[in-house]
């Protein structure tokens, strides 16, 4: 995946139209007709399948049919936007191989939304991801996440649609506003008529696109320059292969540390609570294919970051053979993939197509994403909740208008964006700023059941100010000693981002300059730890006025919003050290875990596993009335009546739902 980094605001088009000439010829053309015409085909079709008798659970959730191959090819083109595309290749070319080690970060950063986060929202029945807040807090929480994931996007849309455009615009003179407009409407049309199976299958033949522009320029590339052994070597010779650093500072922009331990952070804000990426979790037609599409996500996201670091190395070779040209030399770092296409396949008609095909692949994935998930939380957050008396069809008419209303909205961010100028490296940051102190929501109210509605929104607020104190700030001091740095020690600052890259470049202080103190060395904190800091701050400041208000003493807590934390470790445990710590256990995980309920809400699953069974008044069946839970091949393990089992145990005497010591159970 693409989190990214590196590049900096493209620079505006020149006015000199000698340095810009067009090398798209009509065969280039054609070929990125043929993306776009491809993309409004795939949702038309799914609009047109069943006209009429579409539902707005069809348009937001795809019907919750989805298999786990589709879901885990659209989570991956949701992140692999153009600035990833653009951003990675420059990064390895600047500063080496050092970023390859973020594929580290990986493996925590899919297994603990596989195991935590899925299951959570997927037992609940969720819409949209801000629904937990309101079921774990309460509907101001809910609407506080749902009003700044909104401002979060908005903020982003026109960005990640205009900058590569302009990118584009300015080595190619591709007409940029031709561009802007095609990708928007395109996106818009499929996107709101289509709903989110459009958006899925799109994204599957997007993410094929990109795979196979990435690849086309790799083989290409690595034939003209003698083969990837010969790149290998090249890069090695000038330094470009980086070993492991292992500097514990957190200052250093890109060490083994901040990449592998920082990056899961930062993993976690991308695939854990994103709402675009919890939508198509929830669309999965069961809970183990939403598990599988995050396994399978894996090998997908390393190949990407695989191609991208190949292109950069690619890239490198290639210039020490063809030095760049003064224009290209002096142009913004987005340009140099485009740039070095450009160089690479010229004369050969399709090619330069194809990847500008690739490169827009991702931003109508990374935009349609955004429409549906907007539309979404709008729909699910906003309206829902104050007219709940609206009917199917007029809740169907209302979802296609808010995803189209998103993408005309998309349009103006657009222009705007195209009069901003410096300001759009603020505008990129903050989309990045946000994902932290969402994050650090989302794991102060699933892991501490004595967080309450205050902590959470106090701890929201600290969270989101620290953000953007930093991430302003490093910008504020970056520009200030700009003009006293020098290109050879130049530094790409990256922000994270929940659903792409989003980039700032800042240029560093010559090392033979003092090091920065005080609230200067505070802003160089490297921006792979801004995630973890920030979603930290949320957590300790939250936790730290809910305990000064009482906790959730008096207060209703749901056991379905809770992971049970202490179980789960005791279970690591051999048995015997868990029959000795079960009275304390018991007393702990009373606290922790356990709350007598009812049963779920209506339509709702049951919190134990998706094979067990609710009966219609809401008790869990069992053998003589008793709540029952059991995995296969083990023993069904009976709780008393009311009460719902959060995890399994070896031990059948131990109930470790409720805090009491139970009789052994039967088969």
Same mark, same amino acid.
């Given at each position: 995946?693409?989190?990214?980094?590196?590049?900096?605001? *493209?620079? $505006?088009?020149?006015?000199?139209?000698?340095?810009?000439?067009?090398?798209?010829?009509?065969?280039?053309?054609?070929?990125?007709?043929?993306? @776009?015409?491809?993309?409004?085909?795939?949702?038309?079709?799914?609009?047109?399948?069943?006209?009429?008798?579409?539902?707005?659970?069809?348009?937001?959730?795809?019907?919750?049919?989805?298999?786990?191959?589709?879901?885990?090819?659209?989570?991956?083109?949701?992140?692999?936007?153009?600035?990833?595309?653009?951003?990675?290749?420059?990064?390895?070319?600047?500063?080496?191989?050092?970023?390859?080690?973020?594929?580290?970060?990986?493996?925590?950063?899919?297994?603990?939304?596989?195991?935590?986060?899925?299951?959570?929202?997927?037992?609940?029945?969720?819409?949209?991801?801000?629904?937990?807040?309101?079921?774990?807090?309460?509907?101001?929480?809910?609407?506080?996440?749902?009003?700044?994931?909104?401002?979060?996007?908005?903020?982003?849309?026109?960005?990640?649609?205009?900058?590569?455009?302009?990118?584009?615009?300015?080595?190619?003179?591709?007409?940029?506003?031709?561009?802007?407009?095609?990708?928007?409407?395109?996106?818009?049309?499929?996107? +709101?008529?289509?709903?989110?199976?459009?958006?899925?299958?799109?994204?599957?033949?997007?993410?094929?696109?990109?795979?196979?522009? =990435? @690849?086309?320029?790799?083989?290409?590339?690595?034939?003209?320059?003698?083969?990837?052994?010969?790149?290998?070597?090249?890069?090695?010779?000038?330094?470009?292969?980086?070993?492991?650093?292992?500097?514990?500072?957190?200052?250093?922009?890109?060490?083994?540390?901040?990449?592998?331990?920082?990056?899961?952070?930062?993993?976690?804000?991308?695939?854990?609570?994103? =709402?675009?990426?919890?939508?198509?979790?929830?669309?999965?037609?069961?809970?183990?294919?939403?598990?599988?599409?995050?396994?399978?996500?894996?090998?997908?996201?390393?190949?990407?970051?695989?191609?991208?670091?190949?292109?950069?190395?690619?890239?490198?070779?290639?210039?020490?053979?063809?030095?760049?040209?003064?224009?290209?030399?002096?142009?913004?770092?987005?340009?140099?993939?485009?740039?070095?296409?450009?160089?690479?396949?010229?004369?050969? $008609?399709?090619?330069?197509?194809?990847?500008?095909?690739?490169?827009?692949?991702?931003?109508?994935?990374?935009?349609?994403?955004?429409? /549906?998930?907007?539309?979404?939380?709008?729909?699910?957050?906003?309206?829902?909740?104050?007219? $709940?008396?609206?009917?199917?069809?007029?809740?169907?008419?209302?979802?296609?208008? @808010? +995803?189209?209303?998103?993408?005309?909205?998309?349009?103006?961010?657009?222009?705007?964006?195209?009069?901003?100028?410096?300001?759009?490296?603020?505008?990129?940051?903050?989309?990045?700023?946000?994902?932290?102190?969402?994050?650090?929501?989302?794991?102060?109210?699933?892991?501490?059941?004595?967080?309450?509605?205050?902590? +959470?929104?106090?701890?929201?607020?600290?969270?989101?100010?620290?953000?953007?104190?930093?991430?302003?700030?490093?910008?504020?001091?970056?520009?200030?000693?700009?003009?006293?740095?020098?290109?050879? /020690?130049?530094?790409?600052?990256?922000?994270?981002?929940?659903?792409?890259?989003?980039?700032?470049?800042?240029?560093?202080?010559?090392?033979?300059?003092?090091?920065?103190?005080?609230?200067?060395?505070?802003?160089?904190?490297?921006?792979?730890?801004?995630?973890?800091? /920030?979603?930290?701050?949320?957590?300790?400041?939250?936790?730290?006025?809910?305990?000064?208000?009482?906790?959730?003493?008096?207060? $209703?807590?749901?056991?379905?919003?809770?992971?049970?934390?202490?179980?789960?470790?005791?279970?690591? @445990?051999?048995?015997?050290?868990?029959?000795?710590?079960?009275?304390?256990?018991?007393? =702990?995980?009373?606290?922790?875990?356990?709350?007598?309920? *009812?049963?779920?809400?209506?339509?709702?699953?049951?919190?134990?596993?998706?094979?067990?069974?609710?009966?219609?008044?809401?008790?869990?069946?069992?053998?003589?009335?008793?709540?029952?839970?059991?995995?296969?091949?083990?023993?069904?393990?009976?709780?008393?009546?009311?009460?719902?089992?959060?995890?399994?145990?070896?031990? *059948?005497?131990?109930?470790?739902?409720?805090?009491?010591?139970? *009789?052994?159970?039967?088969?």
């Amino acid at each position: 995946m693409s989190v990214g980094v590196s590049t900096s605001a *493209p620079l $505006p088009p020149t006015s000199d139209t000698s340095m810009v000439t067009s090398t798209f010829s009509l065969v280039d053309y054609v070929v990125f007709i043929l993306l @776009l015409v491809f993309s409004l085909a795939i949702g038309l079709y799914h609009a047109c399948r069943g006209w009429g008798r579409h539902t707005a659970g069809e348009l937001l959730m795809a019907d919750r049919k989805m298999g786990s191959l589709p879901v885990a090819l659209s989570l991956m083109a949701t992140f692999q936007s153009a600035v990833a595309i653009l951003g990675v290749p420059s990064e390895i070319y600047r500063f080496g191989t050092q970023y390859w080690f973020l594929g580290c970060s990986y493996v925590l950063g899919l297994l603990i939304p596989a195991h935590i986060f899925i299951p959570v929202f997927y037992r609940l029945h969720l819409t949209s991801a801000y629904e937990y807040l309101e079921l774990r807090f309460n509907k101001a929480v809910r609407i506080c996440g749902t009003v700044t994931f909104i401002f979060q996007m908005v903020i982003y849309m026109g960005v990640v649609l205009y900058a590569p455009s302009l990118a584009l615009n300015a080595v190619t003179g591709f007409d940029l506003w031709l561009s802007v407009l095609a990708l928007g409407l395109v996106c818009a049309i499929y996107t +709101a008529l289509g709903g989110l199976k459009a958006v899925i299958w799109t994204d599957v033949f997007q993410s094929l696109v990109m795979f196979l522009g =990435q @690849l086309t320029v790799i083989i290409v590339g690595s034939a003209k320059v003698g083969g990837l052994g010969h790149v290998w070597d090249v890069a090695s010779q000038h330094g470009r292969i980086s070993g492991i650093e292992l500097d514990p500072d957190p200052f250093v922009r890109h060490t083994f540390w901040t990449l592998a331990f920082g990056g899961i952070f930062l993993m976690l804000s991308l695939y854990g609570v994103n =709402q675009a990426q919890v939508q198509r979790y929830l669309s999965s037609r069961t809970e183990r294919a939403a598990v599988l599409s995050c396994y399978t996500v894996f090998p997908l996201q390393q190949l990407v970051l695989c191609m991208g670091s190949l292109i950069g190395l690619v890239m490198f070779a290639y210039y020490q053979e063809h030095p760049m040209s003064p224009q290209q030399s002096q142009a913004a770092p987005d340009q140099f993939v485009l740039y070095f296409v450009v160089d690479l396949l010229k004369g050969l $008609p399709g090619l330069p197509g194809l990847f500008v095909a690739c490169l827009f692949s991702g931003s109508l994935s990374t935009i349609s994403s955004a429409f /549906n998930s907007l539309a979404t939380v709008t729909m699910e957050d906003l309206i829902r909740p104050w007219f $709940p008396e609206f009917s199917e069809a007029w809740a169907t008419m209302l979802s296609r208008s @808010l +995803a189209f209303g998103y993408g005309l909205l998309c349009l103006g961010m657009a222009y705007i964006s195209s009069h901003m100028g410096p300001v759009l490296q603020a505008a990129l940051s903050i989309f990045g700023m946000v994902g932290g102190p969402l994050l650090g929501l989302f794991c102060l109210g699933m892991f501490f059941p004595c967080a309450n509605p205050p902590g +959470a929104i106090v701890g929201l607020l600290a969270g989101l100010i620290m953000a953007f104190w930093i991430g302003i700030g490093s910008i504020v001091a970056s520009m200030g000693s700009s003009m006293v740095a020098s290109s050879s /020690n130049g530094s790409s600052f990256s922000l994270p981002s929940n659903m792409t890259t989003a980039t700032v470049t800042t240029l560093m202080l010559s090392t033979t300059l003092s090091r920065p103190t005080g609230l200067q060395r505070f802003y160089s904190l490297s921006y792979m730890w801004y995630s973890a800091h /920030n979603s930290t701050t949320v957590i300790v400041v939250g936790l730290t006025v809910s305990l000064l208000t009482g906790g959730m003493r008096g207060r $209703p807590l749901d056991p379905r919003t809770i992971y049970p934390v202490m179980p789960k470790l005791l279970a690591l @445990l051999p048995l015997s050290f868990q029959k000795r710590l079960s009275c304390r256990s018991c007393s =702990q995980l009373h606290c922790l875990s356990c709350a007598c309920s *009812p049963g779920p809400a209506p339509g709702h699953q049951p919190v134990s596993r998706e094979d067990a069974e609710w009966s219609p008044e809401g008790q869990q069946r069992g053998g003589d009335g008793q709540g029952q839970f059991s995995l296969s091949g083990e023993q069904t393990h009976f709780c008393p009546p009311g009460d719902l089992p959060v995890m399994w145990t070896q031990d *059948p005497g131990l109930c470790l739902h409720s805090g009491r010591q139970q *009789p052994e159970a039967t088969l």
